[in-house]
């Protein structure tokens, strides 16, 4: 067993053209402990049964409170909220799975 740390970052406003889903490569079978701020980076850590076994994409949303987003066509797994800057920036992270 492993605990692995990936970087989560912001990607955009809602009205923005960018979508603010993550996507990131991290072990098959890896299990989601908790995500933070550790500055100057929002993460996530993970639980994985080796560092440099078969490798999978997982797709990670960062929501900010108030936002309103067209989650149609998505399936959605809350994982955590994170604090940033004291409490100025509240991030809500939600790992979208398999429909």
């Known amino acids: 067993m492993i605990i692995l740390k990936y970087k989560i ?3 955009g406003f809602p009205e923005g053209d960018l979508d603010p889903a993550n996507i990131i ?4 079978d890896s299990k989601v402990l908790a995500v933070g ?3 100057p980076h929002n993460v996530l850590w993970v639980e994985a049964p080796r560092k440099d076994g078969p490798m999978v ?7 900010g409170t108030g936002w309103e ?6 399936r959605m797994s ?3 909220t994170i604090l940033e800057d004291e409490g100025r920036f509240i991030w809500h992270v939600y790992e979208e799975t398999s429909l």
């Not at 994409?57 to 929501?63: A, E, G, H, P, Y």
Request: no cysteine; glycine share 12%.
């Open 37 to 39: 701020h550790q500055k």
């Open 25 to 28: 490569e991290m072990p098959i």
């Open 57 to 63: 994409d997982r797709k990670f949303w960062v929501i």
């Open 69 to 74: 987003v067209d989650g149609t066509g998505h």
């Open 9 to 11: 970052p912001f990607l």
């Open 78 to 80: 809350y994982v955590g």
